[in-house]
């Protein structure tokens, strides 16, 4: 069945990095669009990043413009989220999740497969 299985997650002061990978199987993983959505609390699930299945587009939420990159490989059905300068305003449980077809969407209601979440926590 599909799976997508996160990790990377963790503790890290402002201004230091994390890089989120997300591991995907029972699926045609370069058949899909993936992407990065995070959710604090009490808060909405917000989009972070997403990047189509060629890696010829990607797309990010203004916040995290400059500071986050998402990247795939998709000989090892692996999409990632490099993470620098980061602020406490990041912390949230980070999702990763796909979608058929090459195109980019930020809705996440056009997303039919998530993995389970990790958790990172950015401390001032």
């Known amino acids: 069945q599909v799976q997508l299985v996160e990790s990377g997650g963790g503790l890290v002061q402002a201004g230091g990095s994390l890089r989120l990978s997300c591991a995907a199987s029972?699926?045609?993983?370069?058949?899909?669009?993936m992407a990065w959505f995070r959710q604090a609390p009490g808060k909405e699930r917000e989009f972070v990043a997403a990047?189509?299945?060629?890696?010829?587009?990607?797309s990010y939420t203004d916040s995290v413009k400059g500071r986050f990159t998402i990247s795939r490989d998709n000989a090892k059905n692996t999409v990632y989220l490099q993470m620098d300068s980061l602020k406490p305003e990041d912390t949230a449980v980070y999702f990763c999740?796909?979608?058929?077809?090459?195109?980019?969407?930020?809705?996440?209601?056009?997303?039919?497969?998530w993995g389970q979440g990790t958790q990172v926590t950015v401390s001032s």
């Open positions: 990047m189509s299945w060629n890696e010829g587009s990607a």
């Open positions: 999740a796909g979608s058929r077809g090459p195109v980019v969407y930020i809705n996440k209601a056009l997303y039919d497969a």
């Open positions: 029972g699926f045609t993983f370069r058949s899909y669009t």
